[in-house]
């Protein structure tokens, strides 16, 4: 049974979506460290680079190709060139396969939003995050039991997804778009304000933007910079191309790329503002240098920030509540986006209604993420992370920018967003998609191969690095190739005729 | 802060804060071209 398009309520409901789905833990945990540890306020010209580079025109690339072929990725892409299917159904599935992980973080945060009324972790959060709270055992292929308070987290978690996603794009999707990210980004700002004025706060923030100009010299700081930016804009994810595909026929595609990546990289901004602040305070109070607290992901938002509210006594719990509660908003965005990058491929796919193929995908991600909930979940969560990331995401960008970039002709892509946008893109886009981001893309693969070849992920045991790290690039790569050996449920979706009906 | 991280500080802002005005400025002018 074929079924009716989605669309967006209304742009403005498309671009907080959009901006909700690149805004995530990352731009939280991630970015303040990166800038801090690669050159302070020199980053910012790799980083700079890397925005106008890479970031918005493959952006710009992605809502083309979903508005012009009015598809979610698969089909997109099939539409096309029929060959190039299973390009698009590999960020599907490896969406599908980061959220099954990328929940439990968030499951893990909906913990600690509850643990930050009594400040449960105590006083050594190291031992209480690892040995109490999650349990974790001595090795990936020891499991431990399942952790019911993460259980029970994932559970609630599962469930709301499955409802946002169930209710739809415009009642669902855009809707918890329009609550969750303005509450976020007010939550953002009223951190950075305290952060930025508790006493000490300056030795943070001189350590974060002092620039340090020999990092600029370094490759690994442009790599780092081009890393942060592609990774960040949700980019080769699908998320991008299925979002754009529910837009109507006349909005406009250049300027919402470019208001994307700018309300993305301008929240990550004000983030490290917040983050930095509250680092220089504790260093302040323990009489230490920033290098002795300054750190990122798990080790910050589980580890040193719990450390950090119980210095500050009853403010700390009002700073908890709000810091915890900000990464809970920025996932659920997160999540919700992927939800529906998987689910909006199997929709068009087999045809089946919107409400059995999120009930079908969020069960059996529910299934699937019931392993991360175990004592071994950490291990399991950092070896398949690395790898989807370093090898599988870096490989589709690379992909998509080569197809578009010397077979389909960036042109085509230029010419449609032009149409139908206030302000054109000129040729500079069509160089940047056809050399400047294959070749980055490029180099960080070899590069990522080569650290790999040279020292294996994390000290992690081989049998667990080919299991769970080269297994999930391998299990996502044969599933795209299967799925789209699959025929469409109505063949004329991707046949010439439709085609050039939807181009 | 610093002057030379006060002027980091301030380009970043510049570059990412006013990037953001200046779009979203521009979608708000031409929204009933939508």
């Known amino acids: ?503 | 802060m610093t002057t030379q991280s006060l002027v980091f500080f301030i380009i970043g802002g510049l570059v990412l804060w006013g990037g953001l005005a200046v779009t979203l400025i521009i979608a708000y002018k031409n929204r009933n071209n939508d």
């Open chain 1, 1 to 503: 049974m074929a079924h009716k398009r989605d669309q967006w309520g209304s742009k403005l409901g498309f671009i907080l979506a959009a901006v909700g789905s690149a805004v995530g833990l990352g731009n939280i945990w991630r970015y303040p460290y990166l800038l801090y540890s690669c050159g302070g306020g020199a980053f910012l010209i790799p980083y700079f680079c890397a925005l106008f580079t890479a970031g918005i025109p493959l952006m710009i690339l992605e809502f083309g190709m979903g508005h012009k072929y009015k598809g979610s990725t698969p089909l997109a892409l099939a539409r096309a060139n029929r060959k190039w299917e299973w390009m698009g159904w590999w960020p599907s599935v490896n969406s599908f396969l980061i959220l099954t992980y990328y929940i439990i973080i968030l499951s893990w945060a909906v913990n600690y939003l509850y643990f930050s009324i009594t400040q449960a972790w105590g006083s050594d959060t190291n031992s209480f995050f690892f040995n109490s709270f999650i349990k974790l055992s001595d090795s990936p292929f020891h499991l431990n039991g399942i952790v019911w308070p993460v259980f029970i987290g994932l559970a609630l978690l599962w469930l709301l997804n499955w409802y946002i996603c169930y209710k739809g794009v415009s009642h669902g999707i855009e809707r918890l778009n329009k609550i969750l990210l303005p509450t976020l980004v007010g939550i953002m700002i009223i951190i950075v304000i305290r952060g930025a004025t508790l006493p000490g706060a300056s030795l943070g923030l001189n350590k974060l933007f002092t620039p340090d100009w020999s990092k600029v010299m370094d490759a690994k700081v442009w790599m780092a910079a081009y890393g942060q930016v592609f990774f960040s804009l949700s980019l080769a994810m699908g998320v991008m191309m299925t979002y754009s595909s529910y837009l109507p026929e006349k909005t406009d595609i250049n300027n919402s790329a470019f208001i994307t990546a700018f309300a993305n990289c301008g929240f990550e901004f004000l983030a490290a503002i917040g983050v930095f602040g509250i680092l220089g305070y504790m260093a302040t109070s323990q009489g230490v240098g920033i290098e002795d607290v300054a750190t990122q992901s798990i080790g910050l938002a589980f580890v040193a920030f719990p450390k950090v509210f119980t210095v500050m006594g009853p403010l700390g719990r009002v700073f908890g509540i709000l810091f915890f509660g900000c990464l809970v908003f920025a996932g659920i965005t997160s999540t919700v986006s992927m939800v529906e990058a998987f689910s909006s491929a199997l929709m068009d796919k087999t045809g089946l209604s919107r409400k059995k193929i999120v009930t079908i995908a969020c069960s059996l991600g529910f299934l699937i993420s019931i392993l991360y909930a175990t004592g071994a979940g950490l291990y399991f969560l950092d070896i398949i992370d690395n790898f989807i990331n370093a090898y599988g995401t870096v490989t589709i960008g690379l992909l998509e920018a080569f197809v578009i970039g010397w077979f389909y002709g960036p042109g085509k892509i230029r010419e449609h967003t032009n149409l139908i946008s206030y302000y054109p893109i000129g040729r500079w886009w069509d160089v940047m998609i056809k050399f400047v981001t294959p070749v980055v893309l490029l180099y960080m693969l070899v590069q990522n191969v080569l650290t790999e070849i040279k020292q294996p992920y994390g000290g992690y045991s081989l049998n667990a690095l080919l299991i769970f790290g080269w297994g999930s690039i391998i299990l996502g790569l044969i599933l795209s190739f299967f799925i789209s050996k699959r025929p469409w449920h109505d063949a004329s979706l991707v046949s010439p005729v439709k085609r050039r009906e939807n181009a």
